[in-house]
């Protein structure tokens, strides 16, 4: 597959075209990624739950993320690498700027970082020094403790104006790509009709410029609790390989998510 690049997502969006995104943390997934045409490797900070076990990302380091990041752009030929800076790595501006640095380094092209409107300078600063950003919006897991939980957010008709004002603003100051987590479909689906840059929903319907699940999630590899936005591919496939292709698919030809998988 030809290098995919922030253009090649824009270009996508343009045509209508959906794209997918899955979460790797090492060589080889992200090499089964690529050779399924996955066009965005995350390299998330649900590391901290999926593979170091703890029950929310804020323990994750930005040593953590940058061992996994360059693991993973070690097996990647083709994905975009998008990585998180993990909780309380970019407080202030110029934490952001050298710990985005250190992710770039280790083989990150675009770092993704949690939040809305506080977020407007840090993102400017960081697009302006060649960083390009993903702002990751709605449900936000670094913040769990402040939302009481990781509940679904944008339901009132003020939070969801909130949202939609959020991604304005930091698109103008530069964000690249925005994700957005666990919101009602319409109010993904307006989102994303009126950003310039891709959005990339997870537990936000069908109607976003591309989708992002946990990989351990789509590969029915869990503790107990599934969320409803969540489908094992790998219990309709016949090995690991075949469901990183079934999930490309699946995003592509619109079948996933399905409507339950979405919130209303
Ligand atoms: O860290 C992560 O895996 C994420 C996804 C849930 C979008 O941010």
């Not at 752009?73 to 501006?93: C, E, K, R, V």
């Not at 990989?215 to 496939?237: C, I, Q, W």
């Amino acid at each position: 597959m030809k290098k995919v690049t922030l253009n090649t997502l824009s270009k996508l969006k343009a045509d209508g075209e959906k794209f997918s995104c899955l979460t790797a943390y090492d060589a080889i997934f992200s090499h089964l990624q690529n050779c399924a045409g996955v066009e965005v490797i995350l390299v998330g900070d649900s590391l901290g739950m999926v593979l170091q076990g703890h029950d929310s990302t804020l323990p994750v380091s930005v040593d953590d993320m940058v061992y996994h990041t360059k693991a993973v752009s070690q097996g990647n030929s083709s994905a975009l690498i998008m990585a998180d800076l993990p909780f309380m790595s970019y407080a202030t501006p110029e934490q952001a700027m050298h710990n985005a640095g250190r992710l770039m380094q280790a083989g990150a092209h675009v770092i993704k970082i949690e939040g809305g409107a506080w977020l407007a300078d840090t993102i400017r600063l960081l697009a302006e020094r060649g960083v390009p950003v993903c702002a990751h919006l709605g449900l936000t897991p670094q913040t769990v403790n402040v939302m009481g939980g990781f509940k679904v957010q944008g339901k009132t008709p003020e939070a969801a104006q909130v949202l939609l004002d959020d991604a304005a603003l930091l698109e103008a100051n530069g964000a690249s790509l925005i994700l957005l987590e666990c919101v009602p479909r319409s109010l993904a689906k307006n989102l994303a009709e009126k950003a310039h840059v891709p959005v990339i929903g997870i537990g936000a319907g069908a109607d976003t410029d591309g989708q992002v699940l946990v990989m351990h999630d789509m590969l029915g590899m869990n503790t107990g609790y599934v969320p409803r936005f969540v489908k094992n591919f790998l219990a309709e496939s016949d090995d690991i390989q075949s469901a990183f292709s079934n999930y490309v698919k699946a995003v592509k030809d619109g079948t996933f998510p399905a409507d339950e998988h979405g919130f209303d």
